[in-house]
Structures are given as structure tokens and as C-alpha cells.
């Protein structure tokens, strides 16, 4: 049994809070209320000093038990995105991908267990599941974001780890117009890695907020650009097998490596409409509509080191796990890689809300409508010496595991001669042309296409009611339904690239020929470098679409249609001295879901096809809650939190696709011969029943400090199965009867029913957990330390799962065991500085593996500290102005990503370097 080792923690808590750790997280509670919400927006924010104490306050009145962060200004959370500022809250971590925060995890729980709403409504996502990629989000467009942990019966958007609800502004909350601008440079310290891209970039925003003389109609408009350069050096390995060297020994060596340069230019444009009116206090109305688009092109450039195809190896050293961790691969084919993607995603999101008000009663109706589309294709592009499997440019290649990059080759082959590399394919990866008489010069791959598509659809409508009670007990109680209908659609296709002159290998023509790519960085020296998206556009390759059934099983519809009730009960009373207020109340969930996909199938005696499918399940789910917050003091509130929640499951694990399998071997264990893969439609979601009780401790101004625990009992938890499925379309050739098989043998286990390897609702487990957060002006210790002060945290959570009652336990994917963060800040004069870390321990991730499909990994602990500089030019005479100077990634912390547990056999080595800033914003 695992256990928390509290005190080694606490003490690394204290040492991080000592030395800086963690950014501006703006630690808050606050109840759902929206009278709650405009009360914080009167607020004027001017700073982090400020911005910290107002959400103090929002923690100390709350009834529920949340996190938060606000925005010092407008268009001034300091962050590239809106990611990047949550993963600094209490208990919040980000998955790093092409090094930008783009998913969360709540309480160790991964992204698949968040939902996230705008201005309370749920959003979709453009990835292929329900998580929303946060990068997506301009953070200067959104005022601030609560964290849900503890929910009410009126959040729509439950989540068994939280909700993340983002805001944008209300105009009539300011009582001026407003009008900022800013412009920020930003460049990698990497430099430009790849000819014909940049190391330079920027973002820019313009938002503008007014109303009508009589201050009943207020207007807001917002727009924000980025242009943003990554450039990585990224290591791959295909994975590790046991092999015997010349002298007999044997360990476990890579099996191929790909290391390659990369440079992102991610152009990301956001713009944001608000519209308020409120011409009596009787009567609000707001209608807000928020658009992103996100294009992010990759130019990618290595090698290909297959390490399969090596005559012989040599062991030097061996580490753990018989790893040979220094080793030669003799005699070995090397392909030369000019890649490139392009990923584009849009996000549309609008709503519109009325509320009416009286002496006892409040009306609301809210409608909204979100869209999210995302378009993915990945070029490969390949150079050979000669086609196919010949001596032609084999080598020793000596390879050692560890150091800064992971690992590091040693070869005497020059990459760089375009005299000697061509156009074309000399691994045989197969290809059109593929034929068994061909062999190895079947090599007709010259390159590959991969495409993923992808659109989420939600529509939602509300009708909610609070009336205010007289008594000492209830204050008021509140109602309403709610439905939601939502499409996601998904694709996938491959084609594979020949060249036109096949089977030549075609010189690369010297207008297309670029400044050779550095790979001195795992030892390699320089590599060809080509403009391979012109060869491509300028038709030196025909496409031959991949296997047909292999993108029928792919593609999916999924469709929810969820019927919402829910009644809740506010609370406001005293128990002897002490004050107690909170909620008690009931969601009732009506949930009718469907998937629509095709069994692609192609069994040995020539039969093949595509069969569409269509299946689903009806549901009720009860969710009862419970939020109370006791005064202790007037400095201390203990709050307890009891709720029984869900989270839908993963679209792609209820997906309809499948794939149907003749399996005559197993047939005495299986009771059929149809087996098969692929998702679960009438898949449950995941149900857990969640305890939260937390301490809270009020000084000074701006000061607190908390201490929060967590249990959740997961009902169910979703683990790969076997699932019946309908077999009735598929029968045994009657020429294999008495042939192939006994008739016999064949009555008996020819069924109408096959079971699938496919996600089912198997047993729960258990996730528990620690939270610590504190704020301290240091101000209050010292006069001489007015304007520092130190915004910490520290999480620390454990889970395990069961398959089955007899299973052994496991823990859940995505979470860390140690989450911590920090920030030292100073902020006096106009002149203001922050250094910041945040921290997960080791994680489940996922890692993209052949043909986008996805494939679980170990992802290894991280710290990755960020600094920021700035100063108002008020007193200087230009009012308004403040200069900024940022770097982000400072200890160029590299993304790892290893196999099997064991840190030392890594598959992904992701190294971003360092990304600064440098511009000015402007206010008035």
C-alpha cells in the first residue's frame, strides 16, 4: 500500500515557498452566485498586490471551495495563454506540448476529468476528445477563471476532478471607458534551428470598453495576435528490444532512433464582443461572442537511424535493466527526414442571458452555441543514397543513453552532401508498388501523409429561477433545467508519397536545396536540408491513398443529447456564535448518447469490406451536494464539501468503429471466433462520490494560509475489456467447412456474437490528497520588505484503480504525486518583479506513435521557472504606460518522456530553450 511521505513534502513546500517558486496564482474560493461576481468586478484591479487581495476576499466570503486567478488589468494576465496562468493554482498542472501548457490536470486527475466552461457555459475542444487545449485561449482577452473543486447543484458543467470556468469583461462593471493596447517582441534564444524559418515573433491586443451616457448599454471589444516562434530539439526513440552481440552477450538496445530540429511558428488570432444592457435594476441582458484561430506551422528536419537493420552489435556498457546504455549498431541504413505539418483550429463560442429581478424573485435564461473545427496533416519526406535495402551508405553507429539530450550517436556519415543523398526511400517501409517478387526494392514509400480532422458542435439552453426566503436558515432557493445537444465528428486518413521518376532516387534539384540542418546536438554533425513543402506543391509526388478499412475503423460521430434538473437550497444561519452558510442540493441528469462509425474488416480467405454501425445508451444519473462554511472566527473558516460527481468518458474510447478479427485459435477460450478492437458506445461515465474539508487562516492585507484535504471514491473507472458486439454480418465460407475446419468445430463457434477488445465501466479506486497554499506580504514582517511578498502551494495526491474486484491496484493516468508552486514578488513605486516556479512530479501521459495513434508513457518530472520585469511610466509623463521585459522556460527544462517506469529508457526528449519577451501596454 502507498502512503504520502507528508513530511519530506511539507519541507520541500517550505524551502520552495523560501526561494520564489510559482507565478502570480491568485488563490480564491467563491460561491457560483452572480450578485457574488459583480461585486468583484467593481473592484478596480491596478496590480498583483491588488489583484491578490481581492481575490482573498472572494476566497474568505465563499461558501465553496475553489481556486482562482484575475487578471491585474485589462489585457494584463501576464501569460501567453490562459493554460499557462491556471497551472500555478493550488493543485492545478499543465502537460507541456511543443512547449506551451495546453492541458490541465485538477487533484492528480488528468485532463479527460476537467470541464471547462466560458463565462459559464461549456466549451467544446478542438483536440479529438473533450479536453480543451488552454493554448487556444488569448489570456489577454479573458479578466480571470475560477477552478471548481467542490461543485453546486447549479454548476451544469460538473467534472470529477473540477470545472474551469473562464471570464471576460462585463462593461458596465467599469465606470469609464477604457481603452488598452499592447505590443510585446518575443525571440528564442535557440535561434532559428531550420533554414528558411524565424527565432523572432510577437503578440499584440487592442481591447476597448464604453457604454451610453445614461450607463444602461456597455459595449467591449477586444482582438489579440500572436505570432509565436518555437524552436526544439526533439529525440525519439521507436523503443528497446534484446538483441545478442558478437560476443554473445545480450541487453536491451534501441531499435531505431529519430532525432530531429524543429521550428514552430504558431500564429494565434482571438477576438472578443460584448454587449451589456441593464436599464433597470429589474432587467440584465449580455450577449458575448468569442472567436480563436489558431494556425501553427512545423518544419521538421533528421534522421531516420533504423536501427533494425544493423548486421551485428557490439555491447559497451550495460545500466539498469540490462539497458545497454553504450553500444554500436554495425553495418546500419540512416534516412534522411525533411518534414511538415500544419495544424489549424478555429473555436467560435456565443451566448446570450437575460435576467429579470424583483423583490423576492430572479429570472434567468441563457442560450449559447460553441464550434470548435481543427485540421491536422503531417508531411514526411525522405532521402536515400539507394533505393531499397542495398550496402549503399551503411555504417557503425556507436550510441550512448543519458546526458543533457538523452542520447548521442557517433557515425562517420556526412548527411550533408546533396551529391550523395537523393530523393526516395532505401528503408523498404513498402509503399503502392509493393509486390512480394520486389522484396526489399518494394520501397515505393518516398514519403507519407498523415490527416486528422476534427469538429465539436454544442448547443445549450437554460431556465433558472431563485427566490429569496424570510427565515433563519434558508436564504434562498434556487431551480432550473437545462439542454444540451453535441456532435463530435473525427477522420483520419494516410497516403503514401512516390516520386514521379519511381524507382530512381531523384538528386534534389538545387533550387529547392537549403543551408544544411545542425544535429550537433546528439552528436550527428549537419543533415540535408531541402524545401520539401515546394517539391511537394510543385507535384514531384503522386498519392496512393493507405488502407481503406484502416480509416473506416477511425472515423466517428459521437452525439449527446443531456436533459438537466437540479433544485438547491442556499444556506445562511448561525450555530451558537458561529455563522454557517453554504448549499444543499440535487442534479438530476438524463443522458441519451450515440456513436456512429464502421467495422472495417478483411479476413483470410478474401473476404473484406465496410459495414456501418450504430449503437448507444439511455441513462439517469443522481448527483446530490453539499457546500457549508463555518466561521470560527472572524479570521478562520472551516469548510466542508460533499458531492457525488461524473465525468463523461473519452469520445475516442465511444466511438463505433471496429475492427473484426477471425480468431480460430482462441476459439475454445473465447466461445467464438469473432474477436476484434475498437470503442464502446453505450460507454458510462466515470462516477465518483468526493469528500473536501478545508482550514483557512486570514492576516494582515493579502495575507492567508490554507490547509485542504480530499478523498474521492471512484464508482467505476474505464479499462479495456472484452464487450459482446453484434457478429450476425459475418459466417465461415462453406469451402473451409470440412476443409479448413470440422463442420463440427464450426457449429459450435460460429456465433452471432464476438467479442471486442474495447473501454468498459470496470471497478473504481480511490484518489486522496493534500493541498497547502499560502500568501505572505512580507511587508507585514518588515517595513523594509513593503512590496515583497511570497504566493506559494504545495499538492500532494495518491490513487489506485482496480480492473476488477480481483485485479491489482493501479494508479490513474495524468496524475503527479507532488505538485508545487511559487512566487516571489515585488511591487513598490511602479516598479514591479516576479520570479516564479511551477513543479509536477512524474505522470501517465500520452505520446503521438505511427499513424497518430496514441501510445501511454511515463512523462518525468519537471520545474519550469518564469520571470517577469515592468515598470509604469506615470511619473515619467507618459500616463498609461508600462514596459515589460519577460522570460519564460529559464533553466530550459526539457519534456521527457520514458517507457516501462524505468526514467533511463526514454522515448521522447522534447528540449524548447528559452522564449523572451520585451514590449510596453498601454491604458487610458
Known sequence: MRTLNIKSHLLSFASVSAIAFAVSPVIAQDSAADEEVNELEEIVVTGIRAS?????????????????????????????????????????????????????????????FTRTTLNGRELVSSDNNRAVEYDQFPSELITGATIYKTPDASLQAQAVGGTVDMQTVRPLSYDEPVLAIGFRGEVSDKGALNAGTSAWGYRGNFAYIGQNDEGTLGYAIGYARMVQPIQEQYIHVWGYSEQTDADGDTGLFIDGSKP??????????????????????????????????????????????????????????????????????????????????DRDAETFAAGFNAEWNSDQWTMEADVSYSKATRTYSAFEVYSAIERGSTDAGRADYGYTLGGENGLTFDTPVDFADSSLWGLGDNLGWGGPLCTEALGWQCASQDGFRNMESSSDELAAIKLAAERQMEGDFISSVKFGVSYTTRDKENARRGDFLTLNDYPDVVPVPDSYLLDPTSLDFMGVGDTLSFDSR??????????????????????YTVEEDVFTAYAMANIDTMAGDTPI??????????????????????????????????????????????????????????????????????????????????????????????????????????????????????????????????????????????????????????????????????????????????????????????????????????????????????????????????????????????????????????????????????????????????????????????????YDLDDHGLEGVTVYLQGSNLTNEPFVQYLDGNPDKFKNWHTYGRNFMFGFSFKM
Not at 501567453?80 to 506540448?97: H, M, T, V
Not at 509526388?541 to 478499412?549: G, V
Not at 444519473?621 to 468518458?649: C, H, I, Y
Open 260 to 341: 530531429y530540429v524543429k521550428s514552430n511558428e504558431l500564429t494565434r488570432d482571438g477576438l472578443l464582443g460584448v454587449l451589456e444592457y441593464q436599464p433597470s435594476d429589474a432587467f440584465r441582458a449580455r450577449l458575448d461572442v468569442m472567436y480563436s484561430k489558431f494556425a501553427d506551422e512545423q518544419t521538421l528536419r533528421g534522421q531516420e537511424i533504423a536501427g533494425y537493420t544493423a548486421s551485428s552489435r557490439s555491447i559497451n556498457s550495460v545500466g539498469s535493466d540490462g539497458l545497454v546504455t553504450d553500444g554500436t549498431l554495425h553495418g546500419l541504413l540512416t534516412m534522411a527526414r525533411n518534414d511538415f505539418s
Open 581 to 870: 452558510t453554504g448549499n444543499i442540493g440535487l442534479q438530476a441528469v438524463y443522458t441519451d448518447q450515440s456513436s456512429t462509425g464502421s467495422y472495417g474488416y478483411s479476413f483470410f480467405w478474401g473476404e473484406s469490406g465496410i459495414a456501418p454501425v450504430t449503437e448507444g445508451a439511455t441513462y439517469w444519473e443522481w448527483l446530490p451536494s453539499l457546500n457549508l462554511s463555518f466561521g470560527v472566527t472572524e479570521d478562520q473558516k472551516l469548510r466542508l464539501g460533499v458531492a457525488r460527481v461524473m465525468a463523461r468518458a473519452r469520445m475516442d474510447q465511444m466511438r463505433a468503429g471496429r475492427e473484426p478479427t477471425f480468431d480460430d485459435a482462441g476459439a475454445a477460450n473465447n466461445g467464438t471466433f469473432w474477436r476484434g478492437n475498437g470503442g464502446n458506445p453505450a460507454l458510462k461515465p466515470w462516477m465518483a462520490w468526493q469528500f473536501d474539508l478545508s482550514y483557512e487562516m486570514y492576516f494582515g492585507e493579502g495575507g492567508y494560509v490554507s490547509v485542504a484535504g480530499f478523498y474521492k471514491k471512484l464508482e467505476n473507472y474505464v479499462f479495456t475489456e472484452q464487450v459482446a458486439y453484434d457478429a450476425s454480418l459475418f459466417s465461415v465460407p462453406a469451402e473451409l467447412i470440412d476443409t479448413a475446419y470440422p463442420a463440427d468445430f464450426v457449429a459450435l463457434y460460429d456465433t452471432d456474437t464476438g467479442f471486442l477488445d474495447a473501454p468498459a465501466n470496470g471497478e473504481g479506486g480511490k484518489i486522496y490528497g493534500l493541498e497547502l497554499s499560502a500568501s505572505i506580504p512580507l511587508g507585514m514582517l518588515h517595513e523594509s520588505l513593503d512590496g515583497f511578498g511570497i504566493l506559494g502551494s504545495a499538492s500532494f495526491t495518491d490513487s489506485s484503480v482496480k480492473e476488477t474486484a480481483d485485479s491489482e491496484a493501479t494508479e490513474l493516468p495524468g496524475l503527479s504525486k507532488n505538485v508545487i508552486n511559487g512566487t516571489l514578488y515585488y511591487e513598490n513605486m511602479g516598479f514591479q518583479a516576479r520570479v516564479s516556479a511551477r513543479y509536477r512530479s512524474s505522470f501517465l501521459a500520452e505520446a503521438y506513435a505511427i499513424g497518430l495513434s496514441r501510445q501511454e508513457t511515463i512523462a518525468r518530472g519537471e520545474t519550469v521557472i518564469d520571470a517577469q520585469l515592468s
Open 52 to 112: 491578490i487581495m481581492n481575490s482573498i476576499a472572494r476566497k474568505r466570503e465563499s461558501s465553496s471551495i475553489v481556486e482562482a486567478i484575475t487578471a491585474e488589468d485589462i489585457g494584463k494576465l501576464p501569460d501567453a495563454s490562459i493554460g499557462e496562468s491556471l497551472a500555478r493554482l493550488p493543485g492545478l498542472a499543465a502537460q507541456r506540448f511543443d512547449g506551451r501548457a495546453n492541458k490541465i490536470a485538477i487533484r492528480g486527475l488528468a485532463p479527460d
Open 534 to 555: 515546394g517539391l511537394v506543391a510543385d507535384g514531384f509526388y503522386y498519392f496512393s491513398p493507405e488502407n481503406e478499412l484502416a480509416a473506416a475503423r477511425n472515423d
